[in-house]
């Protein structure tokens, strides 16, 4: 997401800030996986919870940071602290991001990043997963993702102190271009000097052919797996249990999964880009607004 050549995006910037870890939760898990009726899966061997929010309603949003800033992609975008909450949507918890029209040239939404932070150790593997739903309201009626223009939800992790020095990994960036369809993808990005992206778009892969996004009531499952063995690195993104893309140091050149350190999980729903070309803002149709609903975001971890 952070993205900063995006396309032909060319701002460079830098944000620093003091990594912190917390304390990991140790919840055996043996055979099932599940992700509140959404999907299930089983693993083929013994998962450690490491971490865990169902956004349960009355619950806060502590193990998170809610960013306020301008979106380093979009100057149309400003994200505030006040817009993150915890909603009851389709009979469960969740996270809620919507977005605001404030005047011709500005939308308020939101982005949160998780306290908790983690990368593989040599012959272990993590599971990040989390159910998201992408829709639109037009004054009290629904529409889909679909019918807007200029949306751009993303749900990643990176360490962005010496980005991208420390690699980022995006596992759903969604952009909706109605009437044209809307497009989804995972990309990587890193580089061996502060704020220079050297693998461009290289990594960027589009979902499946056959991803629906109003498909299942709107609910998908996002998971990244990512594992080292033997000292090799593997990055994969799934959705719905497909496999989105399968990336190792040879998938890109100038890749090094290797120099991929401690990750923060993020949540953001960006609007526009300082790209005219890629998404116009002459164009951009939310309706009265567009949310990103998130539920059930699990770590977990097992040795290989």
């Not at 607004?289 to 040795?303: E, I, S």
Request: charged letters at 15%; one cysteine or more.
């Amino acid at each position: 997401m952070k993205k900063l050549n995006m396309i032909t995006l060319m701002l460079t910037c830098v944000l620093g800030f003091s990594s912190c870890v917390e304390n990991s939760e140790t919840e055996k898990m043996t055979d099932n996986i599940s992700t509140n009726g959404s999907t299930s899966k089983v693993a083929g061997a013994p998962w450690i919870k490491q971490f865990e929010d169902t956004f349960n309603v009355g619950s806060s949003l502590s193990k998170w940071t809610k960013v306020q800033r301008t979106d380093y992609n979009s100057r149309y975008c400003d994200y505030n602290s006040s817009v993150p909450s915890i909603q009851s949507r389709d009979g469960r918890g969740c996270l809620e991001i919507k977005t605001t029209k404030l005047s011709a040239t500005k939308y308020q939404s939101g982005f949160i990043k998780s306290v908790y932070q983690y990368k593989p150790e040599n012959n272990t593997e993590y599971m990040l997963s989390a159910n998201i739903k992408l829709l639109a309201m037009d004054g009290a009626n629904y529409r889909s993702f679909t019918d807007t223009y200029g949306a751009w939800p993303a749900f990643w992790t990176v360490q962005e102190n010496g980005w991208p020095t420390h690699g980022e990994i995006d596992i759903m960036e969604g952009y909706s271009f109605a009437p044209n369809a809307s497009r989804f993808t995972s990309n990587l990005f890193y580089g061996t000097a502060v704020g220079a992206n050297q693998l461009g778009n290289a990594a960027e892969r589009q979902y499946p052919g056959g991803f629906n996004i109003n498909g299942n009531n709107g609910w998908h499952l996002y998971e990244c797996f990512w594992r080292m063995k033997d000292n090799v690195v593997t990055v994969t993104i799934k959705v719905d249990n497909t496999t989105v893309s399968t990336y190792t140091n040879s998938s890109v050149s100038n890749l090094n999964l290797n120099k991929f350190e401690n990750h923060n999980i993020i949540f953001n729903l960006n609007v526009g880009s300082n790209d005219s070309n890629f998404i116009n803002p002459n164009k951009i149709n939310l309706f009265t607004t567009v949310m990103m609903w998130v539920d059930d975001v699990t770590v977990y971890k097992k040795p290989i």
